[in-house]
């Protein structure tokens, strides 16, 4: 099945095809899954050795991974976002806002230049809430290529610069910058009718 209808990506003025993971990986491009219990961690590992998982190549000697240095890093990234809990136990120790600035973690890590958040606060109470958008805010602010996906209009009006309605797969919508918009305008352009 076809998912790419048309139109050409480019990442720094090259052409990108969207191959696999991996691929995606090595050009800088890094998601955030929405269902970060199932598919964002490994729950059997601890904080610490998820946030390393995508750049365990950087520790490597001779084949052997030099565990120790792949940890201070990690919870040199972990004490940046302000992360609570035992790091060196597995990742559902932790509470949910937590949980997801290990993932966060993991981007950071991995220095990713586009950055695809899919509903990057789900489950996270008010004072992760938080966090996640001055986190969210300061990859913008390195220059990073910030995408949030999300339903929720408060959510989006709290963290973009610009957005952009999708409705049953279709953007049918122009872009619209976020001093423009209201929680009224997002709900009327996702509940119009298909044109």
Known sequence: MELIAGGEIQIGGRSYEARSPAKALA??????????KHGGSVSEMSSLRNVG??????????GIVN????????????????THGRLEQTVPSLSGGNQQKILFARIIDKNA????LDEPIRDADVGAKSDIYTIVRRLAEEGRCVIVVASE???????????VVF???VCDSPTTNIAEASVAYLRQAAWAPLQ
């Open 153 to 163: 209009e408060e959510e989006i009006l709290e963290v973009v610069d610009r957005v």
């Open 167 to 169: 409705r049953q797969g």
């Open 27 to 36: 050009s800088g491009i890094a998601y955030l899954t929405e269902d970060r």
């Open 113 to 116: 230049r586009i950055v695809m």
């Open 67 to 82: 565990q120790s240095a792949a940890d201070k890093t990690a919870r040199s990234a972990l004490d940046r976002l302000r």
């Open 53 to 62: 998982l995508s750049t365990l190549r950087r520790y490597r000697i001779a």
